[in-house]
């Protein structure tokens, strides 16, 4: 049985809804870097069917270039959480407020 | 796809984007020559050549039209050039004001310099692009970079906390932009931007995910641009980046990501339809942005909150919609770009707390001007440019945003930009104010004597003297102005020519 | 030599000396001592371009002629650019500008001498020359308004010139404000004429009065005159000329006497067929200069502080000058602001001379150990001056007698001629005329008794400060007594450039035929009706009535003065009585304006803004200005440095730009 394009899309719309409260609402620094990974996931999967529904491969190309982006930035962000952790013993965003109003 | 002879243009495509090459390149030069030598101190002046040599390079290639090259995946010449001008000069300033101002704060590294020129080709990337791929991949390439200067003075935990933030957030607006690009994608069917009006003529997709993608993809560059509400981390990261950095990040990157808002409205968007949008987002900044800014007594601060502001002002030109709108954004951007770099860059000289700046106020810079001179009086152009008096250019950048939307029928929105600029007035020469009419309080601080007492650094007075000599000159002489206006009616016949 | 040649050095060496002498003092911090190094470039940048312009003149074809540098934007119908026009007005302003400017620049030489702005002052005094000439050479409107607020500029900054002295600030910032509300009204005319005529290049303005409405040429004319008025120093905005005696005197004497607060006066002149065209806004430009005259001239009996006398002077003569202008003889006008330059510029020069001395008594008196102060300023602690500053004295004289109009010194034609313009308009037929020449009687016979009161108590009687037998002032430097020798013989010369009309039948008044529109000048004219035969004979008895005023106002005041000295100014009190303190008070305008303006708008601010004080804005509410910052400070809280609000509010950015997008 085929499975219909706008399954796919709600699917990746729902894991992307799951990513964004869980940036709004988790307070561990990693776990914020977990979400946005599942944001970009979630987006990779609307790519990828996309691009299987029009036939057209350039959305499967771009999905390369998500996953590559994701583990430099993976890469660097937890550097700075491990540099943050080393100030402040802490990895709870809200205990970073130094700048503010 | 037809893949024969796929590397027959590589040739000519490399040479097209001779700059692009040529940072990537002394990029890789610059860390190798880093880890092989312990002594950078020439690694920042490789960099420095080297944009000099490209701009040099796209000066020459400015005034053709602007071609497809790397089978349009990116644009070469005319505005491209343009963008690429006010990018590579923005890295040699911020290269040359950094060397003695990263010395002093004793976090001289050699790599931060191959960053810069590594974000720099992120930027270009970006800026010409002409895919939605090429988007994303020089979006992010100059994010990442960015992260990591940001958080580069990580003994001083303002710094590394800012790096976390704007990490977090950068990040999670990414995903927004890239679902935007996917729903795009789902509308249109492809991924390049000048074909993407033809796919919408021939009737492809569904409304929802057209107009939701564009919405989502404005995110992202809103985000990068620090339009409200999507600004807030603009204060804090600029507050604790490194100041001369910071110069960098408020500049490059933010012409960067407007030139690719141009490119892509102007190429693939019909127009209308967004403008509503634009103008609303730009009246919320400007307004934050200035009344924000009169309340704050750090000046680091207080320029960040400038710089919101005036994203707002390039937003009006975009708002506009017509090429004279464009032209007088992409204008205005290299007028910004000058004024700011130099604000950032007197500011960095004048940093004295021991805290990248984070800690001082306005107040403790009293009387400033008849003690450094060459500080006071160019920051007097910085700040009068920045407010908007004639014969300066940020008069006539605001001049060349805001007439355009004026035709276009926003008058509202033109009335908020004028009535914010005159409260603007307010708080850059309460700057000067300080710097010249107040007398300092009887006790300076130690530091502060003690940085009065050292002389300014060469490359630091060579690069405010040319930035505010570049802001006369533009004020005085509009020619530029009207040599960007051609950048968009050249092509606009072809565009018309698809459609 | 080609005038455009000629054009460009007149505008940009003054810039050059400004640029020059700032940066060369800001930057090299040695150099400052070398005080002759700034003196003689600052005096040359404006002595070269009077030569400059002296050649123009001798050349001039009668033909007038504009130069445009460049065009600096041209926007569908606005075209800003910088032209500059030669004619036959703009020649002789920048004449006085230029000579009185370089003259004033010698004298500051010596008077300066020892400042440590030194550097500073003469920057600021070449930027002014700069702005002035964009005033009085600029062919539009948007570069005669450049210079009208560069000059605005220069004056604040040197009415501040020491600022550490909080007064001095406060007169700076009174005279900034104050001019303000001329500038916007002129601004409002700017507008008015841009959106009726689409140009503001002279050319096209002057061309047709009649292609503006009549009451779009009432309101350009007046908010014109009401800009006028602000620089100019007329009732009701001439409260800030006293105050900004704060400022050094060679300031006083360039920018308060003779070229900055006569530049009204060249705007009216310049839009001379406008104003024509709205008789009743001369009516009132007439009455306002009448009043201002003789106002002006009251109080300035009652002052003490020497420099004081001379402003009111200053806005006394500068209500004349109106006063010719309400009854159309912008000519005269002009000729006026070309003797008062001189006379009023050595009055002024001759004043800091003197303050010059008693500053050196001053600082002796505190060296021999003597307790308490004197101010160099009070007349009350001068006098016999003559004995010790002989050159001073004599000039001082000269000019006075020309500004009292003694026949045949300088003031005698100018005033005379204003006076006559008066009468013949009265007679005309316009009665308004009769009211301000009758007022200008008056006041011509006051002018000659303050000015004369201000003589006698400085230069003649015995000296009266204290231990006169061991400290003495003494005369000042060549520097300081050359421009006051050139300026007083000016001063008694200057006025046979207009002959009045009983001789020849005025083809001997050359400045008439000079600036004159019947000439082929750029100065409008009211066309009269042809009087009798017997005008003549009034022409002559007018002249003699005129000089009758000034030779017995004179005669009065030397006889008062010098044989009751300062006793007299009793007997003026007891004889006028409650009017004599209206005047000492200077008619409270500084104190109604207090209570009519600004303790309401402080009032009204803190009652309206006081229930937000207590919860959002710490410390004082009291403008417009602190609202702004209130939501500044409120907004800035919403900046709560949580990442996850910023989040947050990327999200809600997110919802509002799809409804929008989507919905919209």
Not at chain 2, 455 to 474: H, I, K, Q, R, Y
Not at chain 3, 68 to 73: D, Q, S
Not at chain 3, 345 to 359: K, N, P
Not at chain 3, 536 to 553: D, F, K, P, Q, V
Request: proline share 3%.
């Amino acid at each position: 049985m085929e499975i219909s394009l706008d399954w796919y899309l709600a699917l990746s719309a729902v894991l992307f809804a799951i990513g964004v409260l869980g940036v709004l609402f988790r307070r561990n620094a990693i776990v914020i870097l977990m979400s946005v990974e599942l944001m970009l996931n979630a987006v990779n999967l609307s790519l990828v069917a996309v691009s299987q529904s029009i036939g057209d491969l350039s959305g499967q190309i771009l999905v390369f270039f998500v996953m590559s982006v994701a583990a430099a930035e993976a890469a660097v962000g937890l550097a700075i959480v491990i540099a943050i952790f080393r100030k402040k013993v802490s990895v709870d965003v809200n205990d970073f407020t130094l700048f503010r109003y | 796809m037809d893949l024969t002879g796929a590397y027959a243009s590589l040739g000519s495509d490399l040479g097209n984007a001779f700059s692009l090459v040529l940072l990537s390149v002394v990029g890789l030069v610059m860390v190798v020559w880093d880890s092989l030598r312990n002594d950078h101190r020439a690694i920042p002046w490789i960099g420095v050549a080297a944009s000099v040599l490209a701009i040099s390079f796209e000066l020459l290639r400015m005034p053709g039209p602007a071609e497809k090259i790397f089978y349009g995946l990116m644009w070469a010449g005319g505005y491209a050039s343009f963008v690429n001008i006010i990018i590579l000069a923005a890295t040699a300033f911020t290269l040359a004001i950094s060397v003695h101002y990263l010395d002093r704060i004793g976090h001289n590294y050699g790599e931060v310099y191959s960053l810069v020129v590594f974000a720099s080709a992120g930027m270009i990337v970006l800026g010409s692009a002409n895919s939605l791929i090429t988007v994303f991949v020089g979006l992010e390439t100059m994010s990442i970079c960015l992260y990591i200067l940001t958080g580069l003075v990580r003994t001083e935990e303002g710094s590394v906390e800012s790096a976390l933030k704007y990490f977090l957030l950068g990040a999670f607006s990414t995903g927004f932009f890239l679902y935007g690009i996917a729903l795009l994608y789902a509308a249109t069917g492809t991924l390049y931007l000048d074909e993407m009006p033809a796919a919408l003529a021939g009737g492809a997709g569904s409304e929802v995910l057209l107009w939701g993608g564009v919405g989502l993809l404005f995110i992202g560059f809103l985000f990068k641009v620090s339009a409200a509400p999507f600004h807030m981390w603009t204060p804090d990261v600029y507050q604790g980046a490194p100041t001369t950095l910071t110069g960098y990040m408020s500049t490059a990157s933010k012409a960067s990501a407007f030139a690719a808002l141009v490119l892509v409205v102007y190429h693939a968007l019909p127009a209308e339809r967004w403008m509503l949008v634009l103008a609303i987002v730009a009246a919320a900044t400007m307004i934050l942005g200035n009344v924000v800014a009169i309340a704050q007594s750090n000046v680091k601060r207080m320029l960040a909150y400038s710089s919101i502001a005036h994203a707002g002002y390039v937003l009006v030109g975009i708002a506009a919609g017509t090429t004279a709108g464009y032209s007088g954004a992409l204008f205005y951007l290299l007028v910004y770009t000058l004024m700011n770099i130099g604000a950032f860059g007197v500011m960095a000289a004048l940093e004295w707390d021991g805290h990248v700046g984070q800690k001082q106020d306005l107040d403790s810079l009293a009387g400033i001007g008849y003690r450094k001179p060459l500080l006071g009086v160019s920051m007097g152009f910085f700040m009068f440019s920045l407010t908007g008096f004639p014969p300066l250019g940020g008069f006539i950048g605001k001049y060349a945003v805001f007439a355009p939307a004026i035709d276009a029928g926003l008058t509202w929105l033109v009335i908020v930009g004028l009535l914010t600029s005159a409260a603007s007035a307010y708080y850059y020469l309460r700057v000067l104010y300080v710097f010249w009419m107040k007398s300092p309080e009887e006790e300076a601080a130690p530091a502060l004597d003690q940085l009065m007492a050292s002389p300014l650094s060469m490359s630091t007075s060579v690069v405010l003297v040319v930035c505010a000599g570049l802001l006369l000159v533009l004020g005085i002489y509009p020619g530029v102005l009207e040599s960007t206006t051609l950048f968009f009616s050249d092509s606009a016949a072809a565009v018309a020519a698809i459609r | 030599m080609n005038s455009d040649f000629l054009v460009q050095w007149i505008l940009l060496l003054p810039l050059a000396g400004a640029v020059l002498n700032g940066l060369g003092g800001l930057f090299l911090p040695a150099l400052r001592e070398r005080e002759s190094l700034f003196g003689i470039v600052g005096t040359a940048v404006v002595a070269i371009p009077f030569v400059l312009t002296l050649i123009l003149f001798l050349q001039y074809s009668g033909e007038a002629h504009v130069t445009t540098f460049y065009t600096w934007m041209a926007a569908g119908d606005l075209d800003v650019s910088f032209a500059y026009r030669i004619d036959e007005l703009s020649l002789i302003m920048t004449l006085v500008v230029t000579g009185v400017g370089a003259l004033i620049h010698l004298y500051s030489v010596g008077y300066m001498h020892g400042d440590p702005g030194y550097w500073r002052f003469f920057a600021y005094l070449n930027l002014f020359i700069f702005a002035m000439l964009n005033l009085v050479l600029g062919d539009n409107l948007p570069v005669l308004f450049l210079g009208w607020e560069g000059v605005g500029l220069c004056s604040y900054l040197l009415i501040g010139f020491w600022y550490t002295d909080l007064k001095n600030s406060a007169a700076a910032n009174k005279a900034f404000i104050v001019n303000r509300i001329g500038d916007f009204a002129f601004l409002m005319a700017m507008f008015v004429l841009f959106k009726e005529l689409g140009a503001l290049d002279f050319g096209t303005i002057l061309a047709d009065p009649q292609a503006l409405s009549q009451s779009n040429l009432n309101w350009v004319v007046l908010l014109l005159f009401i800009g006028a008025t602000g620089k100019s120093a007329q009732i009701p905005l001439f409260i800030w000329l006293p105050d900004a005696m704060a400022g050094p005197t060679p300031v006083s004497a360039l920018i308060h006497a003779a070229t900055m607060v006569t530049s009204g006066l060249y705007l009216l002149a310049r839009v001379s067929p406008l104003v024509l065209a709205a008789p009743q806004v001369m009516a009132v430009i007439a009455i306002i200069g009448a009043l201002t005259a003789i106002m002006a001239a009251t109080i300035a009996i009652t002052q003490n502080d020497i420099k004081r006398v001379l402003a009111y002077s200053t806005v006394s003569q500068l209500g004349f000058m109106f006063m010719a202008t309400g009854v159309g003889a912008f000519f005269v006008a002009i000729f006026h602001v070309f003797t008062h330059a001189f006379f009023k510029a050595c009055l002024f020069l001759g004043s800091g001379s003197v303050i010059h001395g008693m500053h050196h008594v001053e600082h002796e008196l505190h060296k021999k150990g003597h307790e308490g102060h004197i101010d160099p300023q009070d007349m009350r602690t001068m006098g016999n001056l003559r004995k010790y500053m002989p050159a001073t004295s004599t000039t001082y004289l000269l000019s006075t007698l020309a500004i009292a109009g003694i026949p045949l010194f300088s003031g005698f034609f100018s005033k005379d001629e204003i006076l006559f313009k008066a009468f013949e308009y009265g007679y005309s037929g316009n009665t308004y005329a009769w009211f301000v020449w009758i007022v200008g009687i008056i006041t011509a016979l006051l002018t000659a008794i303050y000015m004369v009161r201000s003589y006698v108590l400085t230069f003649r009687g015995k000296e009266r400060w204290p231990m006169a037998d061991e400290v003495q002032p003494h005369e000042s430097p060549w520097t300081m007594t050359v421009p006051l020798w050139i300026l007083s013989s000016l001063a008694v010369v200057g006025g046979f450039v207009g002959l009045p009309g009983v001789i020849a039948h005025g083809e001997w008044n050359w400045i008439h035929h000079w600036l004159g529109a019947p000439y082929g000048g750029p100065v409008a004219e009211p066309v009269l009706p042809a009087h009798g035969g017997g005008f003549l004979a009034i022409e002559w008895g007018l002249i003699l009535l005129g000089s009758a005023i000034a030779i017995g106002g004179v005669w009065f005041g030397w006889r008062a003065y010098d044989r009751h000295g300062l006793d007299y100014d009793r007997k003026i009190s007891e004889a006028t009585g409650r009017l004599y303190g209206l005047w000492r008070g200077k008619y409270y305008w500084d104190e109604i304006y207090d209570r009519l303006v600004v303790q309401p708008l402080i009032r009204g601010s803190e009652k309206l803004l006081a229930p937000f004080d207590e919860y959002v804005v710490d410390g004082i509410v009291n403008g417009v200005g602190h609202v702004t910052r209130g939501a500044g400070q409120v907004l800035r809280y919403l900046q709560t440095g949580r990442v996850q609000n910023y989040a947050l509010a990327i999200v809600f950015g997110v919802a509002v730009v799809l409804g929008i997008i989507l919905f919209g």
